[in-house]
């Protein structure tokens, strides 16, 4: 059973608007939570993290909720742009050894011109 | 970039054959990992290493080992290839400032048995 969910393998946005990226996940002992961004061809790339003591980061035009009542983190990238184009992926960190992240099954933004 | 880098970054393959894919990098951190993308199944950790010599299974290991003889080195073996073992391989480094929390991401191998 998935641990991390993204429930929209796809999103199309216009330039200039915001996108909405939505993740949830079950297990409450997550403690960290990631967005990567993934372009063809290549590794995923860090974003933006939070951690479970916090509800908002922020870092630019990138901004991570999380809602620990609701499990549930989002990503808002306001104004969207077309090199937003990406797949992007959730991930949660357990705190037992190792530090191994969870990831959801992805995401693929479309940001029209 | 964190210094990672993976060969080969293509590789077709026999069902049967042995394989092995190599991470490397340049930073002389102490964790490291490897992982398996696949369509609707995002990244699934296959093992990890937290050391030399010190290893352990992620949600995915049957049918892989690993081995780490050098810090900046990490293997990923295929014993026996099997089709279903299709897939991209990525390899990522634990980050060693802050919390500790944030991983960093090889470019991968695209790995094909046929």
């Known amino acids: 059973d998935q641990q991390v969910k993204q429930n929209s393998p796809s999103l199309s946005v216009q330039e200039g608007r915001i996108s909405i990226l939505n993740c949830d996940y079950t297990n409450s002992m997550f403690d960290y939570f990631l967005w990567y961004k993934k372009y063809p061809a290549e590794g995923p790339t860090f974003l933006i993290s939070i951690s479970s003591i916090k509800d908002k980061n922020e870092d630019g035009r990138f901004t991570v909720f999380l809602n620990k009542s609701a499990k549930h983190l989002s990503l808002h990238i306001v104004p969207s742009q077309p090199g937003d184009s990406a797949v992007y992926f959730c991930?949660?960190?357990?705190?037992?050894?190792?530090?191994?992240?969870?990831f959801g099954g992805g995401t693929r933004l479309m940001v029209k011109p | 970039d964190a210094g990672i880098t993976q060969s080969p970054r293509h590789k077709v393959t026999e069902t049967g054959t042995p394989v092995t894919l190599r991470c490397h990098q340049t930073?002389?951190?102490?964790?490291m990992y490897w992982y398996r993308q696949d369509p609707g199944h995002g990244l699934r950790l296959i093992h990890y290493s937290y050391g030399v010599k010190d290893t352990d299974k992620g949600e995915v290991s049957d049918g892989y080992s690993v081995s780490r003889s050098k810090t900046e080195d990490f293997l990923l073996t295929l014993e026996s290839a099997t089709s279903s073992q299709t897939s991209v391989y990525f390899c990522a480094i634990r980050g060693e400032t802050g919390g500790y929390n944030e991983q960093f991401f090889g470019p991968g191998t695209r790995l094909t048995v046929l």
């Open positions: 930073e002389n951190h102490r964790y």
């Open positions: 991930a949660a960190k357990g705190m037992g050894a190792g530090n191994m992240l969870t």
